[in-house]
């Protein structure tokens, strides 16, 4: 905090460049999983840019997605809609619709969508981001892999598991060419074809890339991050449908323990996690109820 503010206090004639490098170190926070500090902090860069650039700037538009992306992971998906939508309108006005900027936004409006549960806006949006990457970046870039795999997880909350396996695949060959097997995207690529697998009862191949995801993020991200929290979760998941309930319930209580110290007691992850094992308590001891706890 010490050096932060001495930062500030440096670059008080130059408040654009403090806001980049504030801008840089909360998209650092983010990858890292310490969620509350880079909101916090893309909070900050948001009214700079206000202040300096005007809201008509991608640079604005930049910062008031990247906290949208972080609303939309800790369950405010209305509020990430809305800012998703403005920083969408902003990239199309100052930079056109074929600039990757454009369809980032459109992509990631796409994923608030589908959290929502509206999946034929989110397919549509992502179809149309496919389109925008294919022109500015071409098919062979990690944007557009980012796309498909997008893509793919509507069509997977949709019920649609062949069409989800399809494109997840793609995402999955373009990652591993591009960026190799120990990469967090190529871990998500794996994550995600797991949580297929799974939904077609394939248990045990579930718990066999879920394993194989956990120890790419245990590699690349840490054992701290939201990755990694989510793949015990799954896990945990697997283990509870093929009835290795005392496996399960350690695997959840350790994702519950990583989603109270990134997101709080009260996000939305935390608190359907503490259901699960609430749940799970009472399949393991049916005679017990046992009390939700948070240690």
Avoid at 13 to 38: D, P
Wanted: glycine share 4%.
């Amino acid at each position: 905090e010490k050096n932060l503010d001495d930062l500030k206090n440096a670059l008080a004639n130059n408040e654009n460049l403090y806001a980049s490098l504030l801008n840089n170190l909360a998209t650092i926070y983010y990858y890292r999983g310490e969620i509350q500090r880079s909101k916090e902090m893309y909070e900050q860069v948001i009214e700079l840019r206000r202040k300096n650039l005007g809201e008509n700037h991608r640079r604005y538009a930049d910062a008031i997605d990247n906290l949208a992306v972080i609303y939309n992971d800790t369950g405010w998906f209305e509020e990430a809609v809305e800012l998703h939508k403005k920083a969408a309108s902003i990239y199309l006005n100052v930079l056109g619709e074929n600039h990757v900027h454009y369809a980032d936004a459109l992509n990631n409006l796409a994923t608030s969508y589908q959290n929502l549960g509206r999946h034929d806006e989110a397919i549509e949006l992502h179809s149309e981001a496919m389109n925008v990457f294919i022109k500015s970046v071409g098919e062979d870039h990690p944007r557009y892999a980012t796309a498909i795999s997008n893509l793919a997880r509507a069509h997977f909350i949709k019920g649609e598991n062949d069409l989800a396996l399809k494109y997840n695949r793609q995402a999955y060959e373009i990652r591993l060419k591009l960026l190799g097997e120990n990469h967090p995207q190529t871990g998500l690529s794996i994550s995600y074809m797991a949580d297929i697998y799974q939904s077609m009862n394939d248990h045990e191949k579930a718990i066999e890339l879920n394993n194989d995801a956990l120890e790419i993020f245990k590699n690349t991200v840490g054992e701290k991050h939201f990755h990694y929290a989510n793949s015990l979760k799954s896990l945990a998941e697997c283990y509870t449908a093929i009835g290795s309930l005392d496996k399960a319930m350690e695997y959840f209580k350790h994702a519950k323990a990583l989603y109270i110290q990134i997101y709080g007691k009260e996000s939305e992850i935390t608190i359907e996690t503490l259901d699960q094992i609430e749940s799970l308590s009472k399949l393991i001891n049916p005679s017990t109820i046992q009390n939700r706890t948070t240690d």
